[in-house]
């Protein structure tokens, strides 16, 4: 059974460190990247760590994760309350999906509160800054150890 877990970082993402730090933090998407790693060596899980600005890529990169990963982990950014084609794509990947936000969307304005992916994720992780990815990874491990 494959262990391999798409972390799929949508448009703007690769700006974190600079990007309203005060939001979202100091850390860069390298430093993301990193924990990501550190966190799937501890679970015996493989992480492909991807980021797009363009939303054809995600898809296709959904696409291709479909029976050749165990999950995916995403961060769909702007994506998460404009894209049915991004939801859409998660629903026909047949993989468990975890939705994070760095930032608590709640707490913030209210055209983010809606969510395209959170309906078809099987956890969100929301507002716990970067560890969220870490916690995300920890949830796949689970899943996968208790399938069955």
Same mark, same amino acid.
């Given at each position: 059974?494959?262990? /391999?877990?798409?972390?799929? $970082? %949508?448009?703007?993402? $690769?700006?974190? %460190?600079?990007?309203?730090?005060? /939001?979202? *933090?100091?850390? /860069?998407?390298? #430093?993301?990247?990193?924990?990501?790693?550190?966190?799937?060596?501890?679970?015996?899980?493989?992480?492909? =760590? &991807?980021? !797009?600005?363009?939303?054809?890529?995600?898809? #296709?990169?959904?696409?291709?994760?479909?029976?050749?990963?165990?999950?995916? +982990?995403? $961060?769909?950014?702007?994506?998460?309350?404009? !894209?049915?084609?991004? &939801? #859409?794509?998660? /629903?026909?990947?047949?993989?468990?999906?975890?939705?994070?936000?760095?930032?608590?969307?709640?707490? &913030?304005?209210? =055209?983010?509160?809606?969510?395209?992916?959170? %309906? +078809?994720?099987?956890?969100?992780?929301? *507002? =716990? *800054?970067?560890?969220?990815?870490?916690?995300?990874?920890?949830?796949?491990?689970?899943?996968?150890?208790?399938?069955?």
């Amino acid at each position: 059974m494959s262990r /391999t877990v798409l972390v799929l $970082n %949508g448009p703007n993402l $690769n700006m974190l %460190g600079t990007r309203e730090p005060a /939001t979202y *933090g100091r850390e /860069t998407l390298a #430093d993301v990247s990193a924990l990501c790693a550190r966190t799937a060596e501890q679970h015996e899980l493989t992480v492909e =760590f &991807r980021q !797009s600005n363009h939303e054809g890529e995600a898809i #296709d990169w959904i696409h291709q994760a479909r029976g050749r990963c165990a999950a995916i +982990v995403i $961060n769909p950014g702007a994506w998460t309350h404009t !894209s049915i084609a991004i &939801r #859409d794509a998660l /629903t026909a990947s047949e993989l468990p999906v975890i939705e994070v936000h760095i930032s608590n969307v709640h707490a &913030r304005e209210t =055209f983010r509160h809606h969510s395209y992916v959170s %309906g +078809v994720a099987v956890a969100v992780m929301c *507002g =716990f *800054g970067t560890n969220g990815y870490r916690l995300a990874l920890e949830h796949v491990s689970h899943l996968l150890n208790n399938k069955g």
